[in-house]
């Protein structure tokens, strides 16, 4: 699995907007925890200091992609189908966590979740997205 997850960090770590947000991944009680450490950059509103939903979506469909290619034995990254965001609350200016939780695997596509949060409760989402990937070219 440390093989695997060394993969993810490579994949992120040459796509452009990967690098541009700073995001990084990790292993937590074996769920994979991903991380966009704040920048002010990243701020949409800062009048109420918060983080710009294209910064959220976006980091929280490259969690998904990192989940999927985590729980796969793709070798390539997995082509979005479909995706929605939700945004439930503002994200405030600070580090924002994600996890994604794949619902289904198959050979052809993967239907996943990703949710992000702030602070110490992951109970919390602050923004949450679903996606449809294809991850098999065959057919």
């Known amino acids: 699995m440390k093989t695997r997850l060394s993969e993810v960090q490579t994949f992120l770590d040459r796509t452009p907007f990967a690098r541009f947000l700073g995001m990084r991944c990790e292993m937590k009680d074996g769920e994979l925890i991903a991380t966009l450490p704040f920048q002010d950059k990243f701020l949409g509103n800062v009048a109420i200091n918060a983080l710009h939903g294209g910064c959220t979506g976006a980091f929280l469909e490259l969690t998904a992609i990192a989940g999927v290619f985590l729980e796969s034995e793709m070798k390539q990254p997995p082509k979005p189908i479909n995706i929605t965001v939700d945004y439930?609350?503002?994200?405030?200016?600070?580090?924002?966590?994600?996890?994604?939780?794949?619902?289904?695997?198959?050979?052809?596509?993967?239907?996943?979740?990703?949710?992000?949060?702030?602070?110490?409760?992951?109970?919390?989402?602050?923004?949450?997205?679903?996606?449809?990937?294809?991850?098999?070219?065959?057919g």
Do not use: C, N
Request: proline letters at 2%; charged letters at 25%; aromatic letters at 6%.
């Open 88 to 138: 439930l609350r503002s994200a405030k200016g600070e580090d924002l966590y994600a996890r994604a939780i794949v619902h289904k695997l198959g050979q052809r596509m993967a239907s996943v979740r990703a949710e992000a949060w702030q602070g110490d409760d992951p109970t919390k989402t602050v923004t949450a997205l679903q996606a449809h990937f294809l991850v098999s070219d065959a």
